[in-house]
């Protein structure tokens, strides 16, 4: 049997799926050249490709891949008892060290990444970390392949990644943090919620789409309107004295440090 050139454990789960679709769409991937495994058996969410294979059996899919994305839960990370020896090993597991991975796995080629609950719509940023004994085409496939769920960085150091698995890797659920405290101010003031739940994600929406493609700088944005001295400047300036930095400095530290500590 000849080999796939990519499997992934755990790839029909979340994560899995959001980064595979868009990587078959594209034709990043060919659907018979990957293998997906899971604890159930699973097989949805990929009924457009029906070439790709499944199967529970990582020991299988590990001798049938030259590649092997791994993408289950950190906490089951010790129910995979497999030997990838000489083989490209791509994680996208929070917590999870090289050097733990190294030594669980038996290969020295190990490529930590950290995309993001945007990689469905291919709007994740994914950094990545590749240890020195990767190649550069080992290096050129993980940026071509998250590449085709948004955008990409090489981050030339293990804790850099532990940040970013904090900034961007989590990044969304303190976007929604933001969003919430404005929906529950809204309610408070008597708007209904299905009415300031889509005021604000429609915020967020344009807010987002503008600042991705404005030349100003977010910090630039925030000058420009304060210097305006209009209701923006007031809200701003309230912000700025009740301290709106501190407490996303201490999220993202303590983000950062979860997934420094494994
Ligand atoms: N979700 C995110 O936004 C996000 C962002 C960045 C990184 N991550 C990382 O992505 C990883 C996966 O997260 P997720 O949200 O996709 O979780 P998930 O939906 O629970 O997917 C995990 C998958 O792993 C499978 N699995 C568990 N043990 C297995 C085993 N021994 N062999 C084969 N498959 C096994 C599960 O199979 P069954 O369904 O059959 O149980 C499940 O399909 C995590 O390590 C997380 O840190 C997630």
Redesign the pocket.
């Known amino acids: 049997m000849g080999l796939t050139t990519l499997g992934v454990?755990?790839g029909?789960?979340?994560?899995?799926g959001a980064l595979l679709r868009p990587a078959l769409a594209k034709g990043f991937v060919a659907p018979g050249d990957l293998m997906l495994?899971?604890?159930?058996?699973?097989a949805t969410g990929f009924e457009t490709w029906p070439d790709i294979r499944f199967t529970?059996d990582?020991a299988k899919l590990a001798a049938q891949s030259d590649i092997i994305i791994l993408?289950?839960?950190?906490e089951?990370i010790g129910?995979?008892d497999i030997d990838l020896s000489g083989k490209l090993v791509i994680s996208?597991?929070?917590?999870l060290s090289a050097a733990a991975l190294k030594a669980q796995f038996r290969t020295s080629r190990i490529i930590r990444t950290?995309?993001?609950?945007s990689a469905e719509q291919g709007l994740s940023f994914t950094p990545w970390h590749a240890t020195a004994d990767c190649t550069a085409a080992d290096k050129a496939f993980t940026d071509g392949f998250f590449g085709c769920s948004g955008k990409t960085a090489a981050l030339s150091t293990e804790g850099e990644l532990d940040y970013f698995t904090a900034l961007t890797?989590s990044g969304?659920a303190f976007i929604a943090a933001f969003a919430d405290a404005m929906i529950q101010d809204a309610v408070s003031r008597g708007v209904p919620v299905e009415i300031a739940d889509g005021a604000v994600r429609q915020l967020f929406l344009g807010a987002g789409t503008w600042m991705a493609q404005a030349r100003e700088t977010p910090a630039e944005t925030v000058r420009i309107f304060t210097d305006y001295g209009g209701t923006t400047a007031a809200g701003l300036t309230a912000m700025a004295a009740a301290d709106i930095v501190t407490p996303i400095r201490k999220g993202l530290a303590a983000a950062t440090e979860k997934a420094a500590r494994g």
């Not at 996208?92 to 917590?95: L, N």
């Open positions: 454990v755990g029909t789960g979340w994560l899995g495994s899971s604890r159930s058996g699973k529970t990582n993408s289950v839960r950190p089951d129910t995979l996208v597991m929070a917590r950290m995309p993001n609950a890797g969304p």
